[in-house]
Nanobody, 118 residues
Framework: VQLQASGGGLVQAGGSLRPSCAAS????????MGWYRQAPGKQRELVAS???????NYADSVKGRFTISRDNTKNTVYLQMNILKPEDTAVYYC?????????????WGQGTLVTVSS
């Protein structure tokens, strides 16, 4: 099982990006999916998560600006990021809890860099 993230890049403050993360391999089910970020010199933090049911959770710093969504038919999670700020600059990692027989495991993507210029 692998998670492949893409869609990061360089954008000016106020702009938008929409990274995606696709899971592939021997997947029987996916539970929670989410995005985390890690800025230089800081700890990795939760940005947003989404359950299989569609229930979502957001960090206070991104509420109203970011929207997480998923396509269960494509095993893919998206993060629509609007009104980006320089403080959003970080490597963004996707995470998913996946059932690949015979057990559930947590997988991480390789990270995609988001740089917001002022």
């Amino acid at each position: 099982v692998q998670l492949q993230a893409s869609g990061g890049g360089l954008v000016q403050a106020g702009g938008s990006l929409r990274p995606s993360c696709a899971a592939s391999g021997s997947i029987l089910n996916i539970n929670d999916m989410g995005w985390y970020r890690q800025a230089p010199g800081k700890q990795r933090e939760l940005v947003a998560s989404i359950a299989f049911t569609g229930s979502t959770n957001y960090a206070d710093s991104v509420k109203g600006r970011f929207t997480i969504s998923r396509d269960n038919t494509k095993n893919t999670v998206y993060l629509q990021m609007n009104i980006l700020k320089p403080e959003d600059t970080a490597v963004y990692y996707c995470k998913a809890r996946i059932f690949s027989a015979p057990r559930w495991n947590v997988y991480w993507g390789q990270g995609t860099l988001v740089t917001v210029s002022s």
